[in-house]
């Protein structure tokens, strides 16, 4: 069955880094786009970025762009996501999401999430 | 850009009501609408997909429907078990989520 792991998640200090992983299972990773979907606490859904299989096409949400970056790993099977330049606002549950196929961009497996708090 | 209005933001009915939540898009999408229904503590679960598409597993209580730029969920029975927050997805372009819609049980 398919499972997602996401891990890296902790407190940082506005402007600093972080690097969140998702580790993958179950399915053909390396043929399928993935995307990273946060949620600040007590809010709603945002999606963040996604990943083509071969990294060749990456897109952003306007409120990360220029700070975050996708990659990913199809040796490993991991998904990554470097912040920088990190804000307060971007305190939230980071989400890896596989979509439902291999270029679909709505999703049906979601990993248990990791928290990253940005505070003084 | 593509915006969309979900509503209503909060809701509470009885067990055996008929309940909908609808989401505008400010253009037409197409069909390009997911719901997802979330849990407290929990990832979001997809219920539908292509606007009326059951998920595999999902109880038929859970439909979807397109009226245009409005898409609507209806749970035809509720259920104590469906007391969740359901959020619309968009997913024309890029994907774009709604402001959800927390549902609860009298």
């Known amino acids: 069955q398919v499972q997602l792991v996401e891990s890296g998640g902790g407190v940082v200090q506005p402007g600093r880094s972080l690097r969140l992983s998702c580790a993958a299972s179950?399915?053909?990773?390396?043929?399928?786009?993935m995307h990273w979907v946060r949620q600040a606490p007590g809010k709603g859904l945002e999606w963040v970025a996604v990943?083509?299989?071969?990294?060749?096409?990456?897109y952003y949400a306007d409120s990360v762009k220029g700070r975050f970056t996708i990659s990913r790993d199809n040796s490993m099977n991991t998904l990554f996501l470097q912040m920088d330049s990190l804000r307060a606002e971007d305190t939230a549950m980071y989400y890896c999401?596989?979509?439902?196929?291999?270029?679909?961009?709505?999703?049906?497996?979601w990993g248990q999430g990791t928290l990253v708090t940005v505070s003084s | 850009d593509i915006q969309v209005t979900q509503s209503p933001s909060s809701l509470s009915a009885s067990v055996g009501d008929r309940v909908t939540i609808t989401c505008r898009a400010s253009q037409g999408i197409s069909n390009s609408l997911a719901w997802y229904q979330q849990k407290p503590g929990r990832a979001p679960k997809l219920l539908l997909y292509?606007?009326?598409i059951l998920e595999t597993g999902v109880p038929p209580r859970f439909t979807g429907s397109e009226s245009g730029t409005l898409y609507t969920l209806t749970i035809s029975s509720l259920q104590p078990e469906d007391s969740a927050t359901y959020y619309c997805q968009l997913y024309y372009i890029l994907p774009l989520f709604g402001q959800g819609t927390k549902l609860e049980i009298k």
């Open positions: 179950g399915f053909a990773f390396s043929s399928y786009v």
């Open positions: 292509a606007a009326s």
């Open positions: 990943t083509s299989y071969d990294e060749a096409n990456k």
């Open positions: 999401a596989k979509p439902y196929n291999y270029g679909s961009y709505y999703f049906d497996s």
